[in-house]
């Protein structure tokens, strides 16, 4: 009996990784109606752009934007020639440039034309796949050269296992294209219209998890660089996070590159700004049923205490990778206590399981606050947001949330103020 309990802890642990939902049988098994209003936006913004547009679209990390951007690329995938992948499997992300976004573009792109049997001139293909040396000279000494040949759909495996793992290899395509940006934006302008051509469909982009960089990675990509990467002539939707749009340079740049306002996948409020520190205020019901529908879609009834499910969903501050923080540690916890205890049949989430959760969680945050409790004081007492980098830094965390009324505002997130009343700052 523990085994088969434990079994199913296990799998709840492995079913809350599954963020962002990308698989249609996942997407079928445990997506709910999230941030439809959001997707509606971002269809129509990007439908209604011109030919080269491109489109930033900002939240925290974590609300939700990887699943909800790859039900954008599904449903816009009728009217164009769709490509979506993510930063994070393509380069290290604490590497990631202007320049080799861009390549990582033209790399995609050729993978999804040979995959589809699309003509590309051969010297595209010489452009982004031929100015190595380094790989060139292993690919011609690999053992199994005679499978390789010169077809583009083998070594293009090379060259994105390449750009993911190998530091040298990132160091020499900077060195190739850092002066070349105009000869590689132009062989990606090129390649998309082969594309357009072949399939009659215009060439969407959508690159996720750019806002997962850290902040001092992401600010000079946008700040400094953003002429260059909004230089292809087609369609590419853009992540950043909530907390870079904070900058003035970052948005000045965005603005001179004519994005008005960014696109934007807001915190799920619980409760109203003018409520949000009353005394027994019920959470806005909709949006609390949501969250409590995402963790009891991966869990049996028998795990759950059905009065513990609010308050998990309560503590994420409506951050949906939060609640996925704080569901996985309860299993944990779970998991830790039938391992102890091999006899114990009746574990399950409960409000004492909830609290180790918690505690947990709260240390982790501890150690990121450094000496910042002042400035979460002030936002606790004013909910308006604070000038300065550590506030930026605290808002890229996700100590600090923001909120959408008429007027923006911010709170400090549940677990951060559980830890502010611990240590008497509130």
Known sequence: MAQTLLAQFQTAYRDLDLFPLLEPEKIQKFRVEYGREVLVRLKSEVKASKADGKVIFAGHRGCGKSTLLKQFA???????????????????????????????????????????????DADISETLLGWTTITRKEILESEDKSAIGIDPGAIFKIFTASLKQERTFRQELERTFEKRISELVRNLDRLAAAIQIETNQAV???????????????????????KSLFSPAFKIVFTIPVSAIQEPQVMGALTSEGIVRPNLFPVTKFYPRDDVRKINCEPVSKNIQLFEE??????????????????????????????????????????????????????????????????????????????????LQQVYETLKSVEGQDFIKLLHGLMVLEYENDALWYDVHPIVVDLLTREGVI
């Not at 960089?213 to 946008?222: G, K």
């Not at 759950?304 to 704080?326: C, F, H, N």
């Open 74 to 120: 599904v449903e816009m995938a009728s009217e164009n020639f769709v490509v979506f992948f993510s930063i994070a499997d393509t380069i290290e992300m604490s590497d990631v440039s202007h320049v080799n976004i861009l390549y990582s573009i033209g790399l995609q792109l050729l993978e999804a034309a040979i995959f589809d049997k699309i003509p590309v």
């Open 204 to 226: 969407l982009v959508i690159i996720d998890d750019l806002d997962k960089l850290d902040l001092s990675i992401v600010e000079p990509i946008y700040r400094n660089n953003l």
């Open 294 to 375: 995402v963790i009891r879609r991966r869990f049996p009834d028998s795990l759950l205490d059905p009065q513990t499910v609010r308050k998990m969903a309560l503590m994420s501050g409506g951050v949906m990778r939060e609640l996925v923080r704080i569901g996985r540690e309860c299993c944990t916890e779970c998991m830790v206590q039938i391992e102890i205890d091999p006899d114990r049949t009746d574990v399950c989430i409960n409000d004492a399981i909830l609290m180790r959760a918690i505690r947990n969680l709260r240390n982790d945050f501890a150690r990121q606050i450094g000496g910042n409790y002042g400035l």
